[in-house]
């Protein structure tokens, strides 16, 4: 009997302990970003509102598609921060889109549900965005 007590006596403190302040908070790329108010089939879409809701589960720091790439890229000798789509200056709008429907690799292809032709244009457009002459 007392070394029930004892047990119990021991462990309370654990289980007091065990979530202090609560359920931590979850990574970016675990909060899917709400989708952008407006009609998803005309242009003019937030490029980067429809990136963060639609592609930003795998795309953002800490992503499957994130961690993949970052991988791929120290492979191939260039910077892991290379690995976020958004850091690539080597992407042109066709191949994000042929990616985007047809799917590679290990990312499944998105359908006009996950994103219509009008986002996927908005998308494609803002990341192959080029920096000023002279960076990388
Ligand atoms: C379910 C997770 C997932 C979603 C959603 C997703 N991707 Fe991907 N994506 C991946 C993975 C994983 C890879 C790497 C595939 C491989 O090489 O095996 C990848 C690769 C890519 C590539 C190729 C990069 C290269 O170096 O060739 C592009 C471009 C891309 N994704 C764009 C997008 C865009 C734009 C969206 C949103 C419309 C999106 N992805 C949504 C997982 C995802």
Known sequence: MSRF?????????????AAPGGVPELPPYQMRAAQPAGDRLQPGRDPRAVFEHSCGYCHLAGGMGTNLLTKQMMMIKRPPSDGLL???????????????????????????????DAELNAVAAYLAQKPAKGKK
Do not use: S
Request: hydrophobic share 50%; proline share 5%.
């Open 86 to 116: 958004t850091n690539r200056r080597d992407l042109t709008a066709n191949y994000v889109k042929a990616v985007v429907r047809g799917g590679k690799g290990a990312m499944p292809a998105q359908t006009r549900v996950d994103l219509t």
């Open 5 to 17: 007590l004892l047990a119990i006596a021991l462990l309370a403190p654990a289980t007091a302990m």
